[in-house]
């Protein structure tokens, strides 16, 4: 069975265009959150709680954006793209842990301070928070172990040329060991 990329060649020109789109989903929560917050002001805990709220609520777009420049570079045979797309995906899973650690912190120190009648509310909102952190955490993990199976099991061309597979054996009898 042909490989729909081959069969399809019109394809292969708009797929380059799949990376641009990727990019401006990975970096749209960081756009999103400098756009809603500056300027900032890290040594408010109340600021830096609605900051990492708002990141964790819009970081979602970047696994799905990794996950179309992982497609595309697999689709086109682009390996050095698939082993940067695999250590993004574990250096943003670090970020991501990171900033859920001090969410945690923030949230506790944040809460003394929220009045009792919303306190319920408030504690709904910062568990959603790290949840969707910990979802975001989980499916980038995922993206680079995808990205570093791929680039393991496809040996790289240019380490030297493929040798043509070669089969002997005589025609009139058994190969004998």
């Not at 945690?104 to 009792?116: K, M, N, T």
């Not at 959603?128 to 791929?150: E, P």
Request: with cysteine.
């Amino acid at each position: 069975m042909a490989d729909p990329i081959e069969r399809a060649p019109d394809i292969r020109r708009w797929l380059p265009a799949c990376y641009l789109l990727g990019l401006c989903l990975c970096l749209a929560p960081l756009i999103q959150t400098l756009g809603s917050l500056w300027p900032p002001r890290f040594d408010e805990a109340t600021w830096r709680y609605g900051a990492v709220g708002i990141f964790l609520s819009s970081v979602g777009a970047a696994p799905l954006g990794l996950l179309i420049i992982l497609a595309v570079a697999l689709a086109l045979g682009h390996r050095t793209v698939v082993q940067v797309v695999g250590v993004l995906g574990i250096v943003l899973t670090l970020l991501v842990l990171m900033v859920c650690g001090a969410f945690a912190l923030d949230v506790l120190q944040v809460r003394s301070i929220v009045r009792p009648a919303v306190r319920g509310g408030f504690d709904l909102t910062a568990a959603k928070a790290v949840f969707t952190g910990l979802i975001v955490m989980v499916t980038l993990v995922l993206i680079s172990i995808a990205a570093f199976r791929n680039v393991i099991a496809e040996p790289s061309r240019r380490r030297g040329r493929r040798q043509p597979d070669l089969v002997v054996a005589r025609a009139d009898g058994p190969l004998e060991p």
